[in-house]
């Protein structure tokens, strides 16, 4: 098995493992058309290209015998610290077990060192136990939950971190005053966008009560669609539609 830079020649077979594998793990709970869209919308050709431009990308594939097997994704973002997020991990059905998800992960971290990343970060639908118990398996920590919302059906996620040098995780909550109301910006809670970054906004801290984001420009008047697209009427910076589970193993 190679584990190697993506390039724009991998798209169609990007493409196809991400069907493979969400189909494999969601195919009891999505019907096919859905995920059919999901990879639409998520893995388009040209989105992909785009992806694999950005230097601030990471993307790293499996290969075994000619075929892309697995991959991995993630974003180097700036909020306080430097973020490494993990967007999805996804290793094709027939190859799961091999230890093919170790691997990218670790080759992942390896480049998201080298950029001075301070934290690693990666979501997983709590439902998806072979996912949560990848990243419990890898060092990662637990550091909270959130719903989320998947064809109409609510679901919970859960945030996994981990620090180049173990330490305890902190929330990292700022307290505000919009409108007159006490609310609290979750720093390490974010949406990336095309300008920046979104950060999510609660009423209480226990993060149980949603008030709405706040954009990285300081704008606290951020809308959201029916798709949960984010844009900042300040900026104009804007999200794409939410993405969930960063580990499809």
């Known amino acids: 098995m190679d584990i190697r830079q993506a390039t724009p020649d991998d798209v169609a077979e990007i493409r196809r493992v991400a069907r493979e594998s969400l189909a494999e793990s969601y195919g009891h709970a999505l ?9 639409e919308r998520w893995y388009g050709a040209d ?57 990218l992960l670790e080759a992942l971290e390896a480049e998201l ?10 979501t997983v639908l709590v439902a998806n136990e072979m996912g949560t118990g990848f990243y419990d398996d890898h060092g990662f920590t ?6 989320i919302n998947i064809g109409g059906k609510e679901f919970a996620e859960r945030v996994y ?34 300008g920046g970054v979104f950060h999510a906004i609660y009423l209480d801290t226990d993060r149980e009560e949603r008030y709405g984001w706040a ?7 951020v809308v959201m669609d029916t798709m949960e697209r984010l844009e900042c009427g300040q900026c104009g910076n ?3 539609a939410t993405r969930w589970d960063a580990a499809y193993l």
């Open 161 to 194: 971190v981990k620090f180049p040098d173990p330490r305890e995780y902190d929330a990292d909550l700022e307290e505000r005053t919009v409108n007159g109301r006490t609310v609290y910006v979750a720093y390490d809670e974010t949406v990336r966008g095309s």
């Open 113 to 122: 060192l080298g950029a001075s990343v301070e934290r690693l970060e990666g």
């Open 142 to 147: 637990a550091a909270g939950e959130r719903p």
């Open 31 to 39: 019907e096919a058309d859905l995920i059919d869209s999901v990879v």
């Open 215 to 221: 954009c990285s420009c300081g704008n606290v008047g």
């Open 238 to 240: 804007r999200s794409k």
């Open 47 to 103: 989105d992909l290209a785009d992806d694999l431009a950005d230097k601030d990308t990471h993307f790293v594939v499996a290969v075994a015998e000619g075929d892309i097997v697995g991959f991995v994704q993630s974003y180097v973002v700036s909020r306080r610290e430097v973020i490494g997020e993990i967007d999805w991990l996804h290793v094709a059905p027939d190859h799961r077990g091999q230890g093919i998800g170790a691997a």
